[in-house]
């Protein structure tokens, strides 16, 4: 079974542009959750889609978004990029949600870099 | 606010011998703690979880000790070996229920990186 696919891999922007990044989850998988990860602030929670809804959502301004289709694939958009934005972006798919026996299966990230 | 601390921050230890991690958390209504684990390059991967109705799982050589009126949990690595060298998360988590599913955003630790020499 793949797991879960994110793309691009590495992306090099410049402040002010947008990026949308691109999350395929394994197959069967209804849920969807984002996560950025930083040296200095670590993990931390975007928001999680299911079934084509934001279900979740973690403290992060509105210049981030994000959206399911229908095959359960997600995209997340960062608008107006800033220095602060560079990171790793994690996708994470499970069966349901990252509740009670429903493991995450994180993907490889994207490594976004803000110029 | 930082609602689970994690320590140490790195370990270092001989190959054979325990590695212990420590989290604590505030929120008190968590009720899922999964430890992941993460190699260079690569994404998180579940290790072990519990719930807070129990004190301790052990899957392996990878425990979870569980102290709910302390708001602790350590994940200990008995026999560790170099290829366990990695950076360990805890997390926490409320879960809801909807729609017949769960759900549940995860709070990470900070991480601690753990080396373990041959």
């Known amino acids: 079974k793949a797991g879960v696919t994110q793309t691009p891999r590495y992306l090099i922007k410049t402040r002010g542009q947008q990026v949308t990044l691109s999350c395929s989850p394994i197959?069967?998988?209804?849920?969807v959750s984002w996560y950025q990860q930083t040296p200095g602030q670590g993990l931390q929670f975007l928001f999680e889609?299911?079934?084509?809804?934001?279900?979740n959502k973690g403290n992060f301004p509105g210049r981030f978004s994000g959206r399911q289709f229908s095959n359960s694939r997600s995209e997340m958009n960062v608008s107006t990029l800033e220095l602060g934005d560079s990171a790793l972006y994690l996708c994470?798919?499970?069966?349901?949600?990252?509740?009670?026996?429903?493991?995450?299966?994180f993907g490889d990230g994207t490594r976004l870099s803000i110029l | 606010q930082q609602q689970v601390k994690q320590s140490p921050q790195s370990l270092i230890v001989q190959k054979g011998g325990i590695s212990i991690i420590n989290c604590a958390y505030e929120n008190t209504a968590f009720d899922y703690f999964p430890w992941y684990q993460q190699f260079p390059g690569k994404g998180p991967a579940l290790l072990i979880a519990?719930?807070?109705?129990?004190s301790e799982k052990k899957e392996g050589r990878f425990t979870i000790s569980f102290n709910k009126s302390a708001k602790q949990f350590s994940l200990h690595i008995m026999d560790s070996q170099p290829g366990d060298s990695a950076t360990y998360f805890c997390?926490?988590?409320?879960?809801?229920?909807?729609?017949?599913?769960?759900?549940?955003?995860?709070?990470f630790g900070q991480g601690t990186i753990l080396t373990v020499h041959p």
């Open positions: 994470a798919s499970s069966l349901a949600g990252a509740g009670d026996g429903q493991p995450q299966h």
């Open positions: 197959s069967g998988h209804r849920s």
């Open positions: 519990i719930r807070p109705d129990v």
């Open positions: 997390a926490a988590s409320k879960v809801g229920y909807a729609g017949g599913t769960s759900y549940g955003k995860l709070t």
């Open positions: 889609y299911f079934s084509e809804t934001q279900r």
